[in-house]
């Protein structure tokens, strides 16, 4: 079962998930992190950020990328990466990897699976999931071993995402996304969700059904899950209350990722 930690807001669950980060620097500095884009991980960089950690031998990979954006495009996720993760924590565009990059899109897929297992495997990877259970960009119907591949978008992603860009139809029909069977190889998987939007979601991901309908239920298929929620997107948990006691009552040499 997924840990599950419920916290006040974003930044406290930012603060929780840099310090598992932190820890996990700690025993392996040549960390292979798993980055996401979107809001849902700021404040997590925000917050290691503010530890100042080593990231000297970080290699970062992203979930998931546009198809047909230039690099610099400022709605790429090459270009959020940059500003949202790189330019704060110091690590350059060099180190953070892309699906899709140099490579055509229909290579890109085995270029990039290819690519992290050669980087040793993801050690950690931070999601965020969508109000209709996206994990990356793998929308319900997704093969729970699907691996890195071009995805059409769903009208309701590029509705949802359209915010970000001039008009809906500057954002692109497709991307690149690693698959539910990527994401089940990194080692540990560190969930984050925040808003009574994301409720349905989250209580589907952890305690529905495993079912390619909701690809976030795919976390209930691997062994090191830690989702962390606001109150507002663990409010449909039918286990809420234990997750807090046990979270409360956790033993004393378990780690401590509040540090
Ligand atoms: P968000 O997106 O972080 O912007 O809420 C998450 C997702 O759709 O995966």
Redesign the pocket.
Known sequence: MAEVIIVDDADAAGQVAAGLIALELDRHPALVLGV?T????NSTYRALAERRPDLSQLTAFALDEYVGLEPRHPQSYAEVLRREFGEPLGVPASRIRLPGQGVAPVDAGAAYERAIVEAGGIDLQIL????DG???FNEPGSSLASLTRVKTLTEQ?RA?NARFFDSLDDVPLHCFTQGLGTIRRARALVLLAFGAE?AEAIAGAVEGPVSSSLPGSVIQLHPNVTVIVDEAAAGRLANGDYYRYAWQNRPEWAIDASL
Do not use: N, R
């Not at 979107?38 to 991980?41: A, D, K, M, V």
């Open positions: 996401a979107g809001s849902t991980p965020g999931i969508g109000t996206h994990v990356g992603t949802d994301k």
